[in-house]
């Protein structure tokens, strides 16, 4: 029997409605609770999600060698190395801790966990990479105050919210603007992101692995992230759902999520 994984990443979904689309990924992302595919899991999730704060680095490195900084630019660019450097290895090291244990306890405990703290540091890492595309970045916070909600902070900035920032970069053409907007959604938090991108491949696609697609400047990516957002999400008792236009007045895409409150 082949491996849901290997499903998951041969999946046709062409021709499929958006409903069908968000409905699949959150079924794919239940297949991957198996314990047989947990280290599968969490492999890819250090070989997709390592990226990011690696990309963070890359770019700063290339502000310091390549421009005249002033000594405030360059202290942030040495901050943001840093913080990218410690989120690396606590990433490592969280994921190979739950690869010799074959747990993923730790990375999905829930604790009460600042949602504007872990925002505020995951856009952090983003900094450079909007930067480079020229990208506005617009946080609508509809909170009274800060907000806990129930999840694990790792898991959270690492797998969460970087593959949401990651693909809203990614599919955003240069110049445009990407939209954080938080509300209060009784016992829940609804967070949405919004680009005004490509949107994502539907009916007109070809391809098996349709969560494959290049972005506006020819980024590429594993096609896994959505996944991995998926599973991580669902450990908290949460939610998300994804809409996307290609053409009409609006295009870009949306992801939404929904997170618990303490």
């Known amino acids: 029997m082949p491996s849901s994984l290997n499903t998951i990443m041969t999946t046709d979904f062409a021709n499929k409605t958006e409903a069908e689309y968000s409905q699949d990924l959150q079924k794919m992302s239940n297949d991957l609770m198996t314990e047989r595919e947990l280290n599968e899991v969490l492999i890819r999730s250090l070989s997709h999600d390592l990226a990011n704060p690696l990309s963070a680095i890359q770019l700063s490195v290339q502000n310091i060698k390549t421009k005249n900084l002033s000594e405030e630019a360059l202290q942030n660019s040495l901050s943001l190395i840093e913080r990218s450097t410690k989120a690396s290895i606590t990433m490592i090291t969280n994921i190979r801790r739950a690869v010799l244990t074959k ?14 703290k872990c925002l505020e540091t995951a856009t952090a890492f983003f900094a ?12 609508e916070n509809e909170l009274k105050s800060d907000v806990l909600v129930k ?20 599919f955003s053409r240069p110049n445009s603007k990407i939209s954080i907007k938080i509300q209060d959604h009784e016992n829940q938090i609804r967070i949405s992101f919004k680009d005004h991108g490509i949107g994502l491949q539907k009916s007109n696609r070809k391809t098996k692995t349709p969560l494959c697609q290049a972005g506006t400047e020819g980024e590429q990516g594993s096609g896994f992230g959505l996944i991995i957002l998926g599973y991580f999400i669902r450990q908290f008792g949460g939610h998300y759902s994804i809409h996307s236009e290609k053409d009409g007045p609006n295009p870009g895409t949306t992801v939404t999520l929904l997170l618990n409150k303490a």
């Open 151 to 170: 999840a694990n902070t790792e898991a959270l900035i690492d797998h969460i919210f970087y593959n949401v920032l990651s693909n809203a970069i990614k």
């Open 103 to 116: 747990s993923k306890e730790h990375l999905t405990t829930l604790e009460d966990v600042s949602l504007i």
């Open 128 to 139: 450079p990479q909007l930067t480079s595309k020229s990208l506005q970045l617009e946080v």
